[in-house]
């Protein structure tokens, strides 16, 4: 199946997890207006970001993001 991405849940983990923007910005040494950008969705994270910033916070990739079943284009 394939899936378009919605929104960013990243500000959703770092509170699951009691975490700030800060402090996740000083472990990955990133801007935090890095991560404001992903979070409010005018960025879309790269994969090697994506991956690192799962392992930081205790998630997986996949609840980076909402994961929104694509509309199937036709099928030949």
Avoid at 12 to 29: D, I, N, P, Q, V
Avoid at 50 to 58: C, L, N, R
Wanted: net charge neutral.
């Amino acid at each position: 199946m394939k899936y378009e991405l919605g929104r960013c849940l990243l500000q959703e983990r770092l509170e699951e997890r009691g975490m700030s923007r800060e402090a996740l910005a000083g472990e990955l040494r990133y801007k935090p207006e890095r991560l404001a950008d992903y979070i409010e969705n005018k960025r879309l994270m790269p994969l090697k970001t994506a991956i690192s910033i799962a392992d930081t916070v205790g998630c997986s990739v996949n609840e980076l993001y909402e994961l929104l079943p694509a509309e199937s284009g036709r099928h030949r």
